[in-house]
């Protein structure tokens, strides 16, 4: 069994920065991706970004390039999301996910509230 454990939420003004931390801990396989998700009230759980096991392979969904960086450090079994220029609609929970195969995020975390305000 693998437990994801999200920290690093809170409320900040638009403009601002926030950085996202996610353990991985646990049964965790060799070689594993990391994601970010998100979910606002009344609207389905979408993709934010994702890590490769190398760190050389990261993925971004277009509202946050630019302003949003996934890094991950495998010695910690961490990863982490450093959201700048956060504005008011990049108000949602956000969830860490991992995932063992290319086409599937196997395990997943409580999540972590962001409130933008404007």
């Known amino acids: 069994q693998v437990q994801l454990v999200e920290s690093g939420g809170g409320l900040v003004q638009a403009g601002g920065s926030l950085r996202l931390t996610c353990e991985a801990s646990g049964r965790t396989s060799k070689s594993y991706a990391l994601g970010w998700f998100r979910q606002a009230p009344g609207k389905e759980r979408e993709f934010v970004a994702a890590i490769s096991w190398s760190g050389t392979g990261t993925y971004y969904t277009d509202s946050v390039k630019a302003r949003f960086t996934i890094s991950r450090d495998n010695a910690k079994n961490t990863v982490y999301l450093q959201m700048n220029s956060l504005k008011p609609e990049d108000t949602a929970v956000y969830y860490c996910?991992?995932?063992?195969?290319?086409?599937?995020?196997?395990?997943w975390g409580q999540g972590t509230q962001v409130t933008v305000s404007s």
């Open positions: 996910a991992l995932g063992t195969t290319a086409s599937s995020w196997d395990y």
